[in-house]
């Protein structure tokens, strides 16, 4: 079992940048994809971004494409989410997710095998 503890969720203004952190512990962190989802209120929780093992494949949800960047660090057993001109849609409880394999292609939340526990984002003018 992988344990992931979120960071860097907060309130901010249209147009502005946050940055999320995971960071992972337990098993072998840069043996496994990593994922980022979200869940707006009274929505259900949608996959955003996901990254391979090695960090060199990427792909995202259209709506994020061109804004926000997966990135990880396997030293550090970390895992980010860089979003920039941030948008009040983007308002979520933001998760980190690790699934076994990478796929180009959106995850089912059936294929996560550990969650975080949340960061929350709100963007609002």
């Known amino acids: 079992q992988v344990r992931l503890v979120e960071s860097g969720g907060g309130s901010v203004q249209p147009g502005d940048s946050l940055t999320l952190s995971c960071a992972a512990s337990?098993?072998?962190?840069?043996?496994?994809?990593m994922g980022w989802f979200r869940q707006a209120p009274g929505k259900d929780r949608e996959f955003v971004a996901g990254?391979?093992?090695?960090?060199?494949?990427?792909h995202y949800v259209d709506s994020v494409k061109d804004r926000f960047t997966i990135s990880r660090d396997n030293a550090k057993s970390t895992a980010f989410l860089q979003m920039n001109d941030l948008k009040p849609e983007d308002t979520a409880v933001y998760y980190c997710?690790?699934?076994?394999?990478?796929?180009?292609?959106?995850?089912?939340?059936?294929?996560?095998?550990?969650w975080g526990t949340g960061t929350l984002v709100t963007v609002s003018s």
């Open positions: 997710a690790v699934r076994s394999t990478y796929t180009p292609d959106t995850w089912p939340t059936g294929d996560v095998t550990d």
């Open positions: 337990g098993r072998t962190f840069s043996k496994n994809a």
């Open positions: 990254i391979n093992s090695s960090g060199i494949r990427k």
